[in-house]
């Protein structure tokens, strides 16, 4: 397994952009397909968006389509999430996971979690 640490959350306006970081412990992180989750109070966690270990793919959820992209840096065990127009539905606890899987929408797919980072987002 890796160990996660997210950080680049923050206050922001709506309208506003923010990059979040995900830095992964251990020599294995290239072989990870990675992804990022949110989970705003009092909802599920969901899926937004997951990079191929290679990053020859992503999968965007629809709500973020078009305004969120993610990115990986093997060489930096290092991944990404670009968040650009943010919203105050955005606003969420925003977490990174590892995954070996190639089923990469699902929580229950991932091995290893962050520990969350707040974002959000005012009118």
């Known amino acids: 397994q890796v160990q996660l640490v997210e950080s680049g959350g923050g206050l922001v306006q709506a309208g506003d952009s923010l990059r979040l970081s995900c830095a992964a412990s251990?020599?294995?992180?290239?072989?990870?397909?990675m992804g990022w989750f949110r989970q705003a109070p009092g909802k599920e966690r969901e899926f937004v968006i997951a990079i191929t270990w290679n990053g020859e793919r992503t999968f965007v959820s629809d709500l973020v389509k078009d305004r969120f992209t993610i990115a990986r840096d093997n060489a930096k065990n290092t991944v990404y999430l670009q968040m650009n127009s943010l919203k105050p539905e955005d606003t969420a606890v925003y977490y990174c996971?590892?995954?070996?899987?190639?089923?990469?929408?699902?929580?229950?797919?991932?091995?290893?979690w962050g520990q969350g980072t707040q974002v959000t987002v005012s009118a």
């Open positions: 251990g020599r294995s992180f290239g072989s990870y397909a």
């Open positions: 996971a590892a995954s070996r899987s190639t089923r990469l929408f699902s929580r229950s797919n991932y091995d290893s």
